[in-house]
């Protein structure tokens, strides 16, 4: 009866063990796709700048503001 419980704690905890492996793994995936995101957000729209909340769309985050800054071209 002894093994039988020392075994079934020691299933257990490889259990845990894993569970929490996995999920780390997944955390640490979304995190890289949401920093990989950010990094690459500047390079297909102008820089733009919203600010105040108004009735102007913004065309970088797609909410109403107040003032819409773009930022200087040499074309």
Not at 57 to 70: E, I
Request: charged share 25%; net charge negative.
């Amino acid at each position: 009866m002894k093994k039988k419980l020392c075994l079934f704690i020691a299933l257990l905890a490889l259990a845990i063990v894993i569970c929490r492996y996995r999920t780390q793994g997944q955390a640490m995936n979304e995190l890289l796709l949401e920093n990989i995101e950010a990094l690459a957000e500047y390079e297909s729209e102008e820089h733009v700048r919203c600010l105040g909340v108004g009735s102007v769309d913004c065309p970088r985050y797609h909410v109403k503001v107040d003032w819409v800054m773009s930022g200087y071209s040499l074309e």
